[in-house]
């Protein structure tokens, strides 16, 4: 059974202490993830085991034990998100465009990245990311992507005080008075 309440996903999991361990985890998550139907990957505490093991099955199915993200990219990406903890609940997430992840289980590191033309290259990412900050404690929810309101430059009133410079010199006068100053290349310095 996927679990759905809140405070019991914000808990940050222990590190498995075996591969076997790890693996036999790993089983069990994709075989909740099978009876899904719609899922694309599940992390060990989303069915009450509060381990750092993760599945993910978006281009080939891999299991990670004891997974951390060791680089990121600087550069984000906005996705539409899903979680089976939060069935019928879509939202926009933001997401690094490149992680690289070191596990237990696989020699070396694992690099995700949604930089292609293969849309199963950003799930993948976007999944990879989702997954472990499930073991973190973090969910979709934290990764919620929000539109700033535009927010129009203030524009002073006419007769309202205002400084300008021309680099050299600084003069207040009231705006209204601004037109021939900034026509000659002066600037406001403040609004």
């Avoid at 995700?112 to 979709?140: K, P, R, W, Y």
């Avoid at 430059?153 to 007769?159: F, L, T």
């Amino acid at each position: 059974m996927i679990i759905t309440e809140v405070s019991k996903l914000q808990t940050i999991c222990e590190s498995v202490s075996s591969v076997e361990e790890g693996e036999e985890i790993g089983a069990q998550l994709f075989k909740e993830l099978k009876n899904s139907k719609n899922g694309i990957g599940l992390a060990a505490n989303q069915i009450g085991i509060n381990k750092r093991v993760c599945v993910v099955n978006v281009k080939e199915p891999l299991v990670l034990i004891n997974p951390k993200i060791v680089e990121k990219s600087e550069e984000e990406f906005i996705f539409p998100e899903g979680c089976l903890s939060f069935p019928n609940q879509k939202i926009r997430t933001r997401r690094h465009v490149s992680v690289v992840v070191e596990t237990d289980n696989h020699d070396g590191q694992l690099s995700f990245s949604a930089d292609s033309e293969d849309i199963n290259d950003a799930f993948e990412c976007c999944c990879v990311q989702h997954e472990i900050d499930h073991l973190d404690g973090f969910t979709m929810f934290d990764r919620k992507y929000v539109v700033e309101p535009y927010r129009a430059p203030k524009v002073p009133g006419r007769n309202e005080k205002v400084t300008i410079t021309d680099g050299k010199e600084t003069k207040e006068l009231k705006y209204k008075k601004t037109d021939k100053y900034l026509e000659d290349g002066w600037t406001l310095v403040e609004v």
